[in-house]
Nanobody
Framework: QVQLVESGGGLVQPGGSLRLSCAAS????????INWYRQAPGKERELVAL????????NYADSMKGRFTISRDNAKNTVYLQMNSLKPEDTAVYYC?????????WGQGTQVTVSS
């Protein structure tokens, strides 16, 4: 079955960096776009970034542009989210997401906390 496993979250000071990973299995990874979402306490889940199946097309939410970079390694079935210049408002649980055969799958999420 489709599985997504996020990792790499943690506590970081403002201005710091983290790299999140999403390891995928159970589907032909190289054929599907992948999304990163996040959900802060008391807020709705929001799209952070997306990447096409080949990795040639990426898109970001406005507040992440220039700070976050999404990438993928189709040989490793893994998507990455490099986050730089982190701000306290980036604190959230980060999820990766894929839609396979019209079904949306989510990982369990990884907590990112930006605080001094």
């Amino acid at each position: 079955q489709v599985q997504l496993v996020e990792s790499g979250g943690g506590l970081v000071q403002p201005g710091g960096s983290l790299r999140l990973s999403c390891a995928a299995s159970g589907f032909t990874f190289s054929r599907y776009p992948i999304n990163w979402y996040r959900q802060a306490p008391g807020k709705e889940r929001e799209l952070v970034a997306l990447i096409s199946s080949t990795g040639t097309i990426t898109n970001y939410a406005d507040s992440m542009k220039g700070r976050f970079t999404i990438s993928r390694d189709n040989a490793k079935n893994t998507v990455y989210l490099q986050m730089n210049s982190l701000k306290p408002e980036d604190t959230a649980v980060y999820y990766c997401n894929v839609r396979v055969n019209s079904i949306s799958y989510w990982g369990q999420g990884t907590q990112v906390t930006v605080s001094s």
